[in-house]
């Protein structure tokens, strides 16, 4: 399991969507790819905004189909942040 701290690049409130796409891009989807398993982990993060999420993880879910979500986990999340992970994850399944 690769474990991804989403607090180092974002900090206490992750709001920067072009960070998100960033570990999107350079860490999550290439771990995806290569069949690892990966574990997001919010340890240290209050809060983020629904764009950080949506940029995080919309495009895996469009890409590779709700599946993915088997090889995604979302550790030490808040209810706020599970909240809007939730609503991400259901509306880019109806995007998908």
């Known amino acids: 399991m690769i474990r991804i701290s989403v607090y180092d690049r974002a900090g206490v409130f992750a709001e920067n969507k072009d960070i998100a796409a960033e570990i999107r891009e350079v860490r999550v989807g290439p771990a995806l790819t290569a069949g690892e398993t990966v574990q997001l982990d919010f340890t240290g993060v209050e809060g983020a905004t629904q764009s950080f999420i949506h940029a995080l993880i919309a495009d895996?879910?469009?890409?590779?189909?709700?599946?993915?979500?088997?090889?995604?986990?979302?550790?030490a999340c808040n209810r706020t942040i599970r909240s809007i992970i939730?609503?991400?994850?259901?509306?880019?399944?109806i995007e998908a």
């Not at 895996?60 to 550790?75: A, C, Y």
């Not at 939730?86 to 399944?93: F, G, H, K, L, R």
């Open 60 to 75: 895996l879910i469009r890409r590779d189909g709700p599946d993915v979500l088997t090889s995604l986990s979302f550790h």
């Open 86 to 93: 939730t609503i991400v994850v259901e509306y880019s399944q």
